[in-house]
């Protein structure tokens, strides 16, 4: 399984959460990444991108200022720290790579371009 997801969980509002995806090195080495969320009935959605240096280069209104995405390339990981959840934040969170190193990070939130999704990981924030 090329993404693999962890760290999602059941949780108050206002706590946080710190989601994990680890890649597969030999097929994304140079490609930009990005986290989606599914929320129950709603439409698979960009949270936030990062570059393969780990700038990043997109944020979803809705979690700027309280989510950040990393990455440690050694680890082959990238990283989503959620802080101040709120019950909308609810929904199964997916790690996402393009199918090309081409892909700039800055229009991976496009989820047209996406060609490699992992299997999600659910968080549930309570009121």
């Known amino acids: 399984v090329p993404l693999v997801e962890s760290g999602g969980g059941a949780v108050q509002a206002g706590d946080s959460l710190r989601l994990s995806c680890v890649y597969s090195e030999h097929t994304f080495t140079g490609r930009a990444t990005a986290w989606f969320r599914q929320a129950p009935e709603k439409e698979r959605q960009c949270v936030a991108t990062?570059?393969?240096?780990?700038?990043?280069?997109y944020y979803a209104d809705s979690v700027k200022g309280r989510f950040t995405i990393s990455r440690d390339n050694a680890k082959n990981t990238v990283y989503l720290q959620m802080n101040s959840l709120e019950p909308e934040d609810t929904g199964v969170y997916y790690c996402?790579?393009?199918?090309?190193?081409?892909?700039?990070?800055?229009?991976?939130?496009?989820?047209?371009?996406?060609?490699?999704w992992g299997q999600g990981t659910l968080v549930t924030v309570s009121s």
């Open positions: 990062i570059t393969w240096g780990g700038t990043p280069a």
């Open positions: 996402a790579a393009p199918g090309s190193p081409t892909v700039h990070a800055y229009i991976l939130a496009n989820r047209r371009l996406v060609a490699n």
